[in-house]
């Protein structure tokens, strides 16, 4: 069957792929462009210690949105690993700074790799070849899990480690996409930007606070895009 015709099936007629679904702008995309590319959405989110919570209720408003199959949001203590002021409270995230190169605070070691495994169970679980994830190699903040490489590699380790008789892909859309490429295409498929947050620092209402990496992002994306911005911001 055809990925068009296999659009106007419905989703349980559908092949499956999973989805990483954190509840941000670049999340919500992928889950888009994965229904839109003929799939059956299976969105998965972690509770991993975030201190950015909003995320995960902003994760179920996307999936539930995007029609998904399911959604299942899975918890993991990487506040045990600490090293990121993501899940340290004693740590500060930073503010926004044009002027630092160097690997903000906010990365999380081995956070990709982690998901991406659990992913690949699940779609093993599940019969599923593709897995969709939103890492970005433009507009990011230089997190080496988001690099092309990366992906690259792990879809070999993927098709090495399990037990599937097919073959998995890994699939990363929006890897070489600006931010205001992004929602451009975002904008198109017909995604709903009011569901996500993207905030680092974002308040148990969602709101976001302007200033933090992912914020200056997300703002100029917008603003390069020629599209309105509706992040609620505090």
């Known amino acids: 069957m055809s990925r068009g015709a296999e659009m106007g099936a419905s989703t349980q007629e559908r092949e499956p792929a999973v989805v990483l679904v954190s509840g941000g702008l670049d999340s919500a995309t992928l889950a888009w462009q994965a229904r839109a590319d003929g799939y059956a959405v299976h969105a998965l989110s972690f509770d991993y210690g975030q201190r950015h919570r909003a995320e995960l209720a902003a994760a179920a408003r996307v999936a539930e949105a995007s029609g998904a199959a399911d959604h299942r ?105 600006t931010k205001a490429e992004i929602i451009r295409l975002g904008h198109e498929l017909g995604v709903d930007y009011r569901l996500t947050v993207s905030c680092y620092r974002a308040d148990a209402e969602g709101r976001a606070c302007g200033q933090c990496d992912s914020c200056h992002y997300r703002r100029q994306g917008f603003i390069d895009a020629g599209i309105p911005d509706p992040t609620r911001y505090a």
């Open 73 to 177: 949001t899975i918890r993991i203590d990487m506040d045990g690993i600490g090293g990121s002021s993501l899940t340290d409270a004693s740590r500060d995230v930073p503010d926004f700074d044009p002027d630092d190169a160097s690997i903000p605070s906010t990365y999380v070691p081995a956070r990709n790799l982690t998901f991406l495994s659990f992913a690949l169970g699940w779609a093993e679980t599940l019969g599923a070849t593709r897995i969709y994830i939103g890492v970005n190699a433009v507009d990011y903040s230089g997190y080496p899990d988001c690099r092309p490489a990366f992906i690259e590699q792990f879809e070999k380790v993927a098709n090495l480690a399990t037990a599937a008789e097919h073959s998995f892909e890994i699939q990363a859309p929006l890897i070489d996409m």
